[in-house]
């Protein structure tokens, strides 16, 4: 790959041109050796790369963790709402980067923020049945009698019938935890509405068997360990 293409690949606060006006000024080396003309072909998973000092690893894709708050859209442009683009750090920012699935404005939890189209497409295929996994708070009580009535398939509104869902009850009878493996629009809200009931607060605190991270603030974000990518998949 062009020694310009690849850094600007890697660090999106970089464009093309001031890569070429970086390495212009000797701040471009490969392999500990200044390299002033942009257009030399490295080797990315083998040449180290430097800007200014600092090394530039190579990634193919980015998966990063989003803990979401209200209030902001699972959309790459919005002109009215802020986006969860805009909450991604400038270090972990690349070209190409996009919400893989969406939650309601004024749900909170994860979101997977990844430039990977062929993982997004994966985690979101309706065959995949990949889990995701709510905390739900709702209106109403949520009683024992509904734990079947949801692991059997429940029928929503519009004619619709959902894949068995796995409903927990806690203490507090009005939380639970609810997995559903497929994302019908809405879905969780109306499933609760089918059942007479009315969600009023709604958090993904799951994906595949890769788990929310208690630390991680509303608003924050970490990358995904690529040893952890693969739990996003599975069942
Ligand atoms: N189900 C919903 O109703 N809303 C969400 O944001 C996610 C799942």
Do not use: W
């Not at 309706?126 to 905390?135: A, E, I, N, Q, R």
């Not at 009683?143 to 796995?166: K, M, N, R, S, Y």
Request: with cysteine; net charge neutral.
């Amino acid at each position: 790959m062009r020694l310009d293409r690849f850094i600007a690949s890697q660090k999106a606060e970089l464009s093309r041109s001031d890569v070429k006006e970086l390495c212009r000024k000797g701040q471009v080396t490969v392999n500990g050796e200044t390299v002033r003309r942009p257009d030399v072909q490295i080797n990315e998973s083998g040449d180290e790369v430097r800007v200014s000092g600092e090394a530039v690893g190579y990634r193919e894709h980015i998966y990063i963790m989003l803990n979401k708050p209200k209030g902001v859209v699972c959309a790459t442009r919005d002109g009215l709402s802020q986006t969860v683009l805009e909450l991604i750090p400038p270090e972990l920012r690349r070209r190409g980067l996009f919400p893989a699935g969406r939650l309601d404005k004024d749900t909170e939890g994860f979101v997977l923020i990844t430039d990977d189209g062929a993982l997004a497409h994966k985690m979101l295929s309706p065959k995949s049945h990949v889990p995701k996994t709510y905390l739900v708070g709702t209106a109403y009580p949520v009683t024992e009698e509904l734990v079947p009535a949801f692991a059997v398939g429940l029928a929503i509104d519009g004619g619709e019938t959902c894949l068995p869902a796995q409903l927990t009850l806690s203490e507090d009878p009005f939380r639970c935890t609810l997995t559903i493996h497929e994302g019908k629009f809405h879905q969780v809200k109306r499933m609760f509405e089918a059942v007479g009931n009315r969600v009023t607060s709604l958090k993904r605190i799951s994906i595949g068997r890769l788990a929310l991270d208690e630390n991680l603030p509303l608003g924050g974000c970490l990358e995904i360990l690529h040893k952890d990518v693969e739990k996003l998949l599975s069942c």
